[in-house]
């Protein structure tokens, strides 16, 4: 059959399987009817730019951008290392955000430069219709004046339901202080930086109708203004490090809870104290899912303590009339059982890390069967270390569901019943810890994780022999894998970089032909223009090379002239954009193609 024979409702639904890059490439010049489709579909498109390759970004935003940017209804913008500068791209097009007039979402991540972030925020206030506002992994040097401008900014949205705030600044955290009240804003998150008690009261001050948030709590001060009032929210994510105190009087203010997650260290409720708290402060709580870490009480009386904390969550209130179960794990750092902490938890574990310790010597649960909830399949990032996994306790654990995992080689004979399912696996960080293992092991050992992992898509190096990983790149497969990155590759505790012989083998590698993003360190700058010139599907490089000049007290935004960055422009095609990290100056980024 035709392709031309297909109804417009089923080519519709084809495009939704495509590229907004590869439609306007396959189908664009046609006849009218496919242009018409193709109007049709982008007034409801959705641009995702975050791994497109350069040569794409430059055809979708000369040629086709500017007819339908008032159509889109969200974007995504990143200056990550697959895509550095992105965005200085995008402007330096003559495009602006306030053009986009009926964007609801825009998603930035990566930015590096407060003046790019604040005229993009500029132009947000022009967009009518933006409700969800994202920023993530920013890395920014800013001070309190221009961090208050950027929060009042976001603020005065007007008509903002979702924010997710995610930026670390330079010098020191700035939480939000906005002087703007926003009445549209509902759900809040900020993940990486942590308020005190007099912060997080202005904050729901100024976000009279926020209804779920995730705030990080840390205070360990004892001055504090104590006039909270009522909170509408509903749900909270809190990860909070203060006294149990500040942590009652909080919720005990917070009457129209339903769902609770809470991370607490050194702070410890028992269940019945749970329990009356609830009753009187939280009755409509209906979720509760905590993880609390705390030292015992009792050092000598493991097996009495562990019992009595088991028995205060296995009332009628826990046990039938809410089905919420704990376990308990117990952590000792020797054999004098010195230094012990207890993890306590709800099940089934649903906190997206684990963090494993070796020395867990106890380990009960509130279960009616102690078989039960020893799947973690909500943890999707493990740091899995085998002397951690050896006891007969942390071996009963099976994680289904990792997508980040950090793994030092050779892997104990328990990893593969532990971590059974490798299938979502899309970032891995492997190092060797044992030098006195073959080679050949630790090659069959990587060669089977990549086999299983069929949507592994990046792999980073730590610590390895010089030797071993110039044979593992010559004898290692992977056809998913498209990011590599050596710049952790340390060497006898000393970082390694690359020589003209050991650029050789990458290129030649089955790694080298396919990847497409890398990160590595040099010894010299044509090692930088063989890699870009040999490594044919490469489309991003970041790159430190030992022969800059460059030095860290140096000042991106007061140096007019950048010896290595102008020779490298000289030396490379045009099209090639090459710019000195302004996060971390060491940093080349170069985006290729």
Known sequence: MKLELLPNELLLNLFEYLTIFHIFQAFDNLNIRFHTLILIYCQKIHLDFQSISKTNFDIICKKYLPLFNHQILSLRLSDDDNTPQQISLFLSYGLRLEQFTHLQTISLSHIHSSSILNKLLTDCLYLPSLTHFTLTNCHISIDQISTDHLYNQIWSLPKLTYCYVDINFSDRSYFPKP???????????????????????????????????????????????????????????????????????????????QHLTLETSNIYMNGYEWEDFICKYLSKLKIFQFKMRFSPLNNQNKLIELHEILESFRTKFWIDEHQWFVRCHWYASDEQYHLNFIDLFTLPYIFKEFLSYTGCILAKSTCPNDDMHWSYNHVNQLCYRSSNFTNTIMSRIHFSNIQRLSLSLPFNDQFLSIVSNLERLTSLYVSINNNNKTIENIQSQLQLLLDRAIHLNSISFGSWRSTSLQVLLMNIFSQSIHKVNFQGFICDRNSRYFDDKQCIQLIHSSLGKQCKILLIKVKTRMNIVNLVNEMLNLQALNVRCEDDTWTNEENLSLSTYDELIEWLRHCLPSSCMVTRDTHDNRDIRLWIK
């Open 179 to 257: 002087t703007i009240i926003s009445t549209s804003l509902k759900s809040l998150h900020i993940p990486n930086i942590s308020c005190d008690f007099n912060e997080l009261i202005h904050l729901f001050q100024v976000t009279p109708n926020l209804q779920y948030s995730s705030i990080v709590f840390v205070d360990y001060t004892d001055e504090y203004d104590l006039s909270l009032f009522y909170v509408p929210i509903t749900r909270l994510k809190l990860s909070f490090d203060c006294s149990l105190n500040i942590l009652q009087y909080f919720l005990q203010n917070l009457s129209n809870l």
